[in-house]
């Protein structure tokens, strides 16, 4: 019922003007957005910070602060244009990419298509950012920095399916997307699809939602987050934080669709039938998806957006960009190697550290 909700909203939001506030029902905020690939490459400011090039490739979207190393500051000064539709989002998202393994060994990177009603972005993500209620979450703070997932997981953990995912679309336009992220008993799967998906493949992957209220960062940047006191929430709810960590922080949500369609034929996919996907990591389970976040919302932005009752990709006082112009923004590519095309082997050998 509620995904169905959204998508009637998302249509209503699509079908009128950008510049016209849309909002939820109640005063709870479900924030979708689209943000380009500002690069694509083997750096990792978070776990790898001045690391040139890093173990793995990344898809990164945001702000075009992105570098091997971003300092521990205000994102929003350090940047100059961003690839999100909020042009206050200087913010930068990554994750490991997607890469299909021909029966012949070789490998080729899958391209990303825009998600439903997100045309004219280029390839990247769909971020969200959800609050139950108006002033009930905090924005995160200039500096706060998170990582979600591991990417060395090749096992099995069944309660974190409600916060990592692959949705196997049984046709073109979405089809079979009838259930929130992370919640089709039949269609969402922890590691990969087993078969060929008609419509491709989409990940999600879900952000803790409680912060020890000290902390930008960590370590290993877990373990200044935490989930609620009942476990990993599921899409678009969220639980009581635990005395650890006791402020709720907006739920964040990453969403890639990858056109795997032309990577359907039998005849293509390992001679035992096993499903031919691989993470850049090298992981072909699907279990190591993992993904990044540094956060560099302009002043208070993400805060109004989540005390706004704010719906979609546009909210009354946060400004707003077209795709033709988020597209134009990038970062020269640092790392001298090929990514693209038929490959022997992963970029950098598809480590997963």
Request: proline share 8%; aromatic share 10%.
């Amino acid at each position: 019922m509620f995904w169905s909700t959204l998508l009637a909203f998302a249509v209503l939001a699509d079908a009128l003007p950008q510049t016209t506030p849309i909002k939820g029902p109640g005063d709870n905020s479900l924030v979708r957005f689209g943000c380009s690939q500002v690069v694509i490459e083997r750096l990792d400011p978070l776990v790898n910070p001045g690391v040139n090039p890093s173990p793995h490739l990344h898809q990164i979207v945001g702000g075009n602060a992105f570098n091997a190393s971003i300092p521990s500051s205000d994102v929003s000064e350090l940047a100059s244009c961003t690839t999100c539709s909020f042009s206050d989002d200087f913010s930068n998202y990554w994750t490991a990419n997607l890469y299909f393994k021909a029966r012949n060994g070789t490998y080729k990177r899958v391209p990303q298509v825009p998600n439903r009603f997100l045309e004219g972005s280029q390839g990247g993500v769909t971020v969200y950012y959800l609050s139950p209620h108006k002033n009930t979450v905090t924005a995160f703070k200039p500096g706060f920095r998170m990582l979600v997932g591991d990417s060395m997981r090749r096992e099995s953990k069944t309660e974190m399916k409600s916060q990592s995912c692959f949705r196997c679309f049984t046709g073109p336009d979405f089809e079979g997307d009838n259930y929130g992220p992370c919640g089709d008993p039949k269609l969402d799967t922890e590691g990969f699809p087993t078969g060929p998906c008609l419509g491709g493949i989409r990940s999600n992957i879900h952000f803790p939602t409680c912060w020890d209220g000290e902390r930008l960062d960590s370590p290993n940047h877990q373990d200044h987050v935490a989930y609620p006191v009942g476990g990993p929430s599921s899409f678009a709810t969220t639980g009581e934080c635990p005395s650890t960590h006791p402020i709720k922080i907006p739920q964040l949500m990453l969403e890639i669709v990858w056109d795997t369609t032309a990577f359907n034929d039998p005849n293509d996919w390992p001679e035992d039938g096993s499903q031919p996907f691989y993470l850049s990591t090298g992981d072909n389970t699907g279990f190591g998806q993992h993904g990044d976040y540094v956060f560099g919302w302009k002043n208070n932005a993400l805060q109004t957006l989540m005390d706004g009752a704010c719906f979609g990709n546009v909210c009354e006082g946060v400004a707003t960009q077209e795709f033709s112009e988020a597209n134009k923004c990038s970062v020269p590519n640092t790392v001298d190697e090929v990514t693209e095309g038929w490959l022997e082997q992963l970029p950098g050998d598809g480590s997963g550290a």
